[in-house]
């Protein structure tokens, strides 16, 4: 029998001329049946800390006055065998050649994607997948 899961992705430094060599794509994933119950524990997580319910973990928020509350948020990850991570890393975009390749930057990053999520996929389950709104107006 399939079993349905929910994965959420999220990208950091995707665009071409973004002034950063690093672009990484990451998904979390957890069965669908138990995605309510993660979000009421990570609502909670984020009440004891004194965080409202829409604070977004970002790890360019970490500092001193927060430092508790992600390592309680990495206990909380690595503790809960219903959640999984994975990660695609470019470690330097200024090497891509993309006319070598007859594609644009664009395209590119949707096969990345692509790269990512196979290695997820299984045969015999379903999946929701819920990427972030991709933003493609900075320089």
């Known amino acids: 029998m399939s079993e349905l899961f929910n994965i959420y992705c999220d990208e950091s430094c995707h665009l071409e001329k973004d002034h950063q060599k690093v672009m990484v794509l990451?998904?979390?994933?957890?069965?669908?049946?138990?995605?309510?119950?993660?979000?009421?524990?990570?609502?909670?997580?984020?009440?004891?800390?004194?965080?409202?319910?829409?604070?977004?973990?970002?790890?360019?928020?970490?500092?001193?006055?927060?430092?508790?509350?992600?390592?309680?948020?990495?206990?909380?990850?690595?503790?809960?065998?219903?959640?999984?991570?994975?990660?695609?890393?470019?470690?330097?975009?200024?090497k891509l050649v993309h006319e070598a390749f007859g594609q644009t930057h664009d395209d590119w990053y949707y096969q990345m994607y692509f790269d990512l999520l196979k290695a997820i996929f299984t045969p015999h389950d379903k999946y929701g997948v819920y990427m972030d709104y991709k933003d493609t107006n900075a320089s």
């Open 26 to 94: 990451g998904a979390v994933w957890c069965p669908t049946a138990k995605s309510r119950q993660i979000n009421i524990e990570l609502r909670e997580l984020k009440q004891r800390f004194g965080l409202t319910r829409y604070f977004e973990a970002k790890w360019v928020k970490v500092s001193p006055a927060k430092i508790d509350y992600y390592l309680a948020l990495l206990d909380y990850y690595f503790n809960n065998t219903d959640l999984h991570f994975r990660a695609l890393i470019a470690p330097d975009k200024d």
